[in-house]
Nanobody, 121 residues
Framework: QVQLVESGGGLVQAGGSLRLSCATS????????MGWFRQAPGKEREFVAT????????HYADFVEGRFTASRDNDKNTVHLQMNSLRHEDTAVYYC??????????????WGQGTQVTVSS
């Protein structure tokens, strides 16, 4: 069984930074796509960023505005999200997602349990 495990969430002041990581455990898989989503209280889950292995193609949601950087370590089947200049509205549970196929902002088959990010204003 494959599991995605997020880490790195926490409480930070507005303007601060956090680095999220997502590791794969269980059976060996090759993720073509690994990405990040988030869900704020009372809102639907939304796409944040994704990294496609072939070509190292990276997509970001518009609200990122250059503040976040997604990266992958393909050898370790991990994905990271460096978040800088955090805003109160970035407060959410952040989820890692992965797929053996190429994905963008939907259609991911595997999900982590989420890690809480709280940005105090």
């Amino acid at each position: 069984q494959v599991q995605l495990v997020e880490s790195g969430g926490g409480l930070v002041q507005a303007g601060g930074s956090l680095r999220l990581s997502c590791a794969t455990s269980g059976r060996t898989v090759l993720w073509e796509t690994m990405g990040w989503f988030r869900q704020a209280p009372g809102k639907e889950r939304e796409f944040v960023a994704t990294v496609i292995r072939r070509g190292n193609i990276i997509h970001y949601a518009d609200f990122v505005e250059g503040r976040f950087t997604a990266s992958r370590d393909n050898d370790k089947n991990t994905v990271h999200l460096q978040m800088n200049s955090l805003r109160h509205e970035d407060t959410a549970v952040y989820y890692c997602a992965a797929s053996p196929g190429a994905r963008y902002d939907h259609g991911y088959e595997f999900w982590g349990q989420g890690t809480q990010v709280t940005v105090s204003s």
